[in-house]
């Protein structure tokens, strides 16, 4: 019979494979966790989703605006001679 020769370096071959597995089974689960708290119905999670990525808008608007305030005020002023 042939066996054959399992050697370290297979091994760590394997274990490589291994972690970059388990690597990406924690983005999954964390990708996952991201949902958590949705409605099960899709139209009502849409909705939630939508009415989240309003707020979302909402609140950038309003960070930029007082951005461009504060620009606006700590820029020294140009005089006209």
């Known amino acids: 019979m042939g ?3 399992i050697t370290i370096q297979d091994v760590k071959a394997e ?3 291994f972690k ?3 690597a ?12 958590h708290g949705l409605p099960q119905d899709t139209d009502l ?3 939630e989703l ?10 950038t ?8 305030g504060l620009v606006e005020r700590e ?5 006209r001679s």
Do not use: H, T
């Open 3 to 5: 066996s054959s020769k």
């Open 15 to 17: 274990e490589d494979k």
């Open 20 to 22: 970059e597995l388990i």
């Open 24 to 35: 990406i089974v924690k983005d999954l689960e964390a990708q996952v966790k991201s949902y």
């Open 45 to 47: 999670a849409r909705l």
């Open 50 to 59: 939508e009415s989240i990525r309003v707020e979302l808008r909402d609140l």
């Open 61 to 68: 608007r309003r960070r930029d605006n007082m951005f461009e």
């Open 75 to 79: 820029s020294p002023k140009k005089s």
